[in-house]
């Protein structure tokens, strides 16, 4: 099993620039979400889906949308970047047993 | 909401030496689990240990073992003999339980080095 697998590994976004960070696990775990953790903090969650067709607001929502179309992927779309969404992302998924996290996303907005 | 506190942002100790990381939290809850997470320069997010909070004994994984007071809301962590390889990031995290989604809460971090 490959675990979480996150795409890109390391990106460098414009202003105003959008991107679709793509998270896929193979563990067919219900439960899926994305974390953002700036320098020298904990990690924040932005969205979370409890199953696919369903997904939620976490604690930092605002600057991006999510979707849930299968049980496998959870993509985190940024529509306008801006600087204060540099920061390193994590795609994460669990089920009563379980939780793995992918390795992450590190992305600078310029 | 819950929310937890890492009131150390680094330590430094020497190998083979014994560190006790601190975390506290808030919470109005019963039922909950508490975590430490590892964080090396990886990335990697790497589970440590686990405690639910119905069991009065203090979970163990090798090297590494809690104190988990609930009535004082306190969960330290504590290394035993550390190692190089210990040093990283540690994180504390909460969890409600039966809350259907498994949101964890996370508190800001404790950068630990082990010296040679």
């Known amino acids: 099993n490959a675990g979480v697998t996150q795409t890109p590994k390391f990106r460098i976004l414009k202003i105003g620039q959008s991107m679709t960070l793509q998270c896929t696990q193979d563990m067919n775990h219900n439960y899926m979400y994305w974390y953002r953790q700036d320098p020298g903090m904990g990690l924040k969650l932005i969205y979370y889906s409890v199953g696919a067709g369903i997904t939620d607001k976490g604690e930092v929502p605002n600057g991006y949308n999510v979707s849930r179309s299968t049980t496998e992927d959870f993509p985190l779309r940024l529509e306008l970047a801006a600087p204060s969404q540099t920061s390193v992302y994590f795609c994460a998924s669990s089920d009563s047993a379980a939780r793995s996290f992918g390795s992450g996303t590190r992305l600078t907005v310029v | 909401a819950q929310t937890v506190t890492q009131s150390q942002p680094e330590m430094s100790v020497q190998e083979a030496e014994t560190v006790t990381l601190s975390c506290t939290y808030d919470?109005?809850?019963?039922?909950?689990?508490l975590f430490w997470y590892k964080q090396p320069p990886s990335r990697q997010m790497i589970l440590v240990i686990r405690q639910e909070a119905y069991k009065q004994q203090n979970a163990t994984e090798n090297r590494f073992s809690v104190n988990f007071q609930k009535a004082a809301k306190s969960f330290s962590l504590k290394i035993s003999d550390s190692q190089l390889g210990d040093t990283a990031m540690y994180f504390c995290a909460f969890m409600k339980q039966n809350q259907g989604a498994q949101k964890l809460v996370f508190g800001q971090g404790t950068r630990l080095t082990i010296n040679p």
């Open positions: 919470t109005s809850e019963s039922n909950y689990y």
